[in-house]
């Protein structure tokens, strides 16, 4: 695996674990920062080994659907999925914008806490990808932080409301 190029994004959250746990299982959460600039509907999240989560991101009349298998959760320290595109009826789908796209990425995300405070790590690798596809992701892995960066900035303000309530 050490030779697939990896998309790597590290935060520190001034929110204890917990929370920034619920940010990534509790559908109503992770509706609210997750694919910035866009509607994302929840349609269903399973988040235990072998659940899914399916997800439409929506721009006016465009949907793009997301299907989230996850492989490994260990609350509240660890999630792993396999991250796929997927057609309207959540079978995995090339990606419509990107044809030579991973049909599948392997997803890992991390949460460390130290004095009240929750470092995040997430990956994102090409899994089981061709070749064009993991030419096709180092080509965009630059590209990446401009939506999960948008994403992490969200998620900090969520977790700032959330730390009031």
Not at 13 to 23: C, E, H, I, S, Y
Not at 29 to 51: N, S
Not at 89 to 102: G, H, L, Q, S
């Amino acid at each position: 695996m050490s030779d697939v190029p990896t998309y790597v994004i590290e935060r520190e959250f001034d929110a204890p674990r917990d929370m920034v746990w619920r940010t990534w299982t509790e559908p109503e959460l992770l509706a609210r920062w997750y694919g910035p600039g866009v509607e994302t509907i929840i349609h269903k999240l399973d988040v235990t080994p072998g659940g899914l989560w399916l997800n439409e991101m929506k721009w006016g009349d465009t949907s793009m659907y997301e299907r989230v298998e996850y492989t490994e959760a260990v609350r509240p320290e660890r999630l792993v999925w396999l991250h796929s595109n997927a057609d309207a009826d959540w079978n995995v789908a090339p990606n419509p914008m990107m044809p030579v796209w991973p049909r599948v990425l392997l997803g890992t995300v991390t949460l460390r806490e130290e004095d009240g405070r929750t470092h995040l790590r997430l990956t994102w690798a090409p899994h089981e990808a061709s070749e064009e596809e993991i030419a096709g992701f180092a080509a965009a892995i630059e590209k990446l932080d401009k939506g999960w960066g948008a994403g992490m900035k969200l998620l900090a303000e969520l977790l700032e409301e959330l730390k009031t309530q």
